[in-house]
DNA sequence: ACCCTCCCAATGGCCATGTG
DNA sequence: CACATGGCCATTGGGAGGGT
């Protein structure tokens, strides 16, 4: 991914996994998504699960009102599951297998909840662990997001990555050739075909719009062989303008908007408006300890193996019981207590499936029996079936039955209904 | 709710001019 | 001459607003 230049400096040569992965022209809203699921990726997340993104987050990614919200979710995730992306697993790159798969491997719309719903294909996790880089919060994601064209998205990506390398070896600029950002970029030969229009129309936007959007500042000088153009060399700084921006969605309600976020998110606690009751009762700081808790809870739950039942339930109680670093009882309480729930439910479910098999038992016995019937006992249990359809009052039925006799669908249910009560019971 | 029109910004191409 | 630069223009697509 790095290579020494002859004389010394180091040359961002290029980002090898990008590359390799074929990253296909993604559009805006397409890369918008992808960004914001990398987001929600943590490092030790086993096999991808849904990730959920709420109404609200998903109008942040895609701008614009709700009205067509869906409409413009179903053409990007219809983009992404349809895009192929080839690439070689730097782990199995000796023996050269090259993965391929698509962006996304489902994407759902949840009705009444509030959220819609992606999946990754696992087989990406490697890629998108790599492609995730430095951008590891939502408040990042979110600025990303801002940026309009794809351009400045993929030169953002480029900036990040480097900056993330300086960390280890202490870069302070990455000099690319023009024609691999070119490629990097993905612009069509014969497009930007002058260096002014590559520059104007690609470079000076991108800066403008990074130092305006994002956590990141770029610059970059031109580096020529004779007349030409042949390098760029970009060098980079925090944004210092960074913290004092607004969000968008959290401009109206100061941090607030993030604490729904995260319940509707991390929490899955749903409808949208059950996160913002939670919020508008108890409070932020409330809310934010009682969540710290009750992701150290989880934490230790999972730590001893032991699955989680409802993470949303939890972050319920915890908010609602008001959970704070001192008071570790309630969570032992709480612990045995939901236990004791699961127990409870366990119980309540081989019971119930015992009941069942029971009842499956004596039908299949009394359908035995009614089989086993003589031509006489069978013609008088009838009669009893049609005296029985005449008692209860159903018309429906006993016409049908007078017509056709048994005949399957009604008549034949409920004979069965009637066979079992009458012949399940020992005699 | 749907359609139409207008406006604006983004985009990409062309051209005149400047410069080593 | 070859290329950079900046201005200008046509096209496109999204959003707002108004009419049916």
């Given at each position: 991914?790095?290579?020494?230049?002859?004389?010394?400096?180091?040359?961002?040569?290029?980002?090898?996994?990008?590359?390799?992965?074929?990253?296909?022209?993604?559009?805006?809203?397409?890369?918008?998504?992808?960004?914001?699921?990398?987001?929600?990726?943590?490092?030790?997340?086993?096999?991808?699960?849904?990730?959920?993104?709420?109404?609200?987050?998903?109008?942040?990614?895609?701008?614009?009102?709700?009205?067509?919200?869906?409409?413009?979710?179903?053409?990007?995730?219809?983009?992404?599951?349809?895009?192929?992306?080839?690439?070689?697993?730097?782990?199995?790159?000796?023996?050269?297998?090259?993965?391929?798969?698509?962006?996304?491997?489902?994407?759902?719309?949840?009705?009444?909840?509030?959220?819609?719903?992606?999946?990754?294909?696992?087989?990406?996790?490697?890629?998108?662990?790599?492609?995730?880089?430095?951008?590891?919060?939502?408040?990042?994601?979110?600025?990303?997001?801002?940026?309009?064209?794809?351009?400045?998205?993929?030169?953002?990506?480029?900036?990040?990555?480097?900056?993330?390398?300086?960390?280890?070896?202490?870069r302070k600029s990455?000099?690319?050739?023009?024609?691999?950002?070119?490629?990097?970029?993905?612009?069509?030969?014969?497009?930007?075909?002058?260096?002014?229009?590559?520059?104007?129309?690609?470079?000076?936007?991108?800066?403008?719009?990074?130092?305006?959007?994002?956590?990141?500042?770029?610059?970059?000088?031109?580096?020529?062989?004779?007349?030409?153009?042949?390098?760029?060399?970009?060098?980079?700084?925090?944004?210092?303008?960074?913290?004092?921006?607004?969000?968008?969605?959290?401009?109206?309600?100061?941090?607030?908007?993030?604490?729904?976020?995260?319940l509707i998110m991390?929490?899955?606690?749903?409808?949208?408006?059950?996160?913002?009751?939670?919020?508008?009762?108890?409070?932020?700081?409330?809310?934010?300890?009682?969540?710290?808790?009750?992701?150290?809870?989880?934490?230790?739950?999972?730590?001893?193996?032991?699955?989680?039942?409802?993470?949303?339930?939890?972050?319920?109680?915890?908010?609602?019981?008001?959970?704070?670093?001192?008071?570790?009882?309630?969570?032992?309480?709480?612990?045995?207590?939901?236990?004791?729930?699961?127990?409870?439910?366990?119980?309540?479910?081989?019971?119930?499936?015992?009941?069942?098999?029971?009842?499956?038992?004596?039908?299949?016995?009394?359908?035995?029996?009614?089989?086993?019937?003589?031509?006489?006992?069978?013609?008088?249990?009838?009669?009893?079936?049609?005296?029985n359809l005449v008692?209860?009052?159903?018309?429906?039925?006993?016409?049908?039955?007078?017509?056709?006799?048994?005949?399957?669908?009604?008549?034949?249910?409920?004979?069965?209904?009637?066979?079992?009560?009458?012949?399940?019971?020992?005699?």
């Amino acid at each position: 991914m790095i290579k020494k230049e002859e004389g010394g400096g180091l040359i961002a040569a290029s980002n090898d996994l990008l590359i390799e992965a074929q990253w296909p022209q993604l559009k805006i809203n397409e890369q918008r998504l992808v960004l914001y699921m990398l987001s929600l990726i943590q490092r030790g997340d086993k096999d991808f699960k849904p990730y959920r993104i709420s109404i609200r987050e998903l109008c942040n990614i895609m701008g614009g009102s709700r009205n067509d919200l869906y409409a413009r979710f179903d053409e990007a995730t219809e983009g992404l599951l349809k895009k192929v992306i080839r690439w070689i697993n730097p782990d199995e790159k000796a023996d050269g297998r090259i993965d391929k798969t698509t962006w996304c491997s489902s994407a759902s719309i949840i009705p009444g909840k509030g959220c819609v719903e992606l999946r990754f294909d696992p087989t990406l996790k490697p890629f998108l662990l790599a492609l995730k880089g430095n951008f590891t919060t939502l408040g990042e994601a979110r600025a990303v997001i801002r940026l309009r064209n794809h351009y400045s998205l993929r030169i953002y990506q480029f900036i990040k990555y480097n900056q993330g390398l300086a960390n280890v070896d202490h870069r302070k600029s990455a000099r690319v050739e023009l024609s691999w950002l070119r490629e990097y970029l993905a612009i069509p030969e014969g497009t930007y075909r002058l260096f002014g229009h590559f520059k104007s129309k690609v470079l000076l936007p991108a800066k403008k719009d990074i130092a305006a959007k994002t956590d990141v500042q770029f610059d970059f000088i031109q580096i020529k062989k004779g007349r030409k153009v042949q390098e760029i060399e970009f060098t980079w700084s925090k944004n210092k303008r960074y913290q004092q921006m607004e969000l968008p969605g959290i401009s109206d309600r100061g941090g607030q908007t993030s604490m729904e976020d995260i319940l509707i998110m991390e929490f899955g606690i749903s409808p949208e408006k059950k996160a913002q009751e939670l919020v508008e009762e108890y409070g932020h700081d409330h809310i934010k300890a009682a969540l710290q808790m009750a992701r150290e809870y989880i934490n230790k739950v999972r730590k001893r193996g032991q699955k989680v039942e409802s993470v949303g339930g939890i972050a319920r109680k915890a908010i609602e019981e008001g959970w704070k670093p001192q008071e570790s009882i309630i969570e032992v309480e709480y612990e045995v207590q939901q236990k004791a729930v699961i127990q409870e439910r366990i119980a309540k479910k081989q019971q119930e499936d015992g009941q069942e098999a029971e009842k499956r038992q004596k039908q299949e016995l009394a359908m035995s029996r009614y089989e086993s019937m003589g031509e006489g006992e069978r013609e008088a249990f009838l009669a009893e079936f049609r005296e029985n359809l005449v008692a209860t009052g159903n018309t429906i039925v006993l016409k049908r039955y007078d017509e056709a006799g048994v005949t399957p669908g009604m008549v034949e249910g409920m004979l069965a209904v009637f066979i079992g009560e009458r012949l399940g019971e020992d005699v």
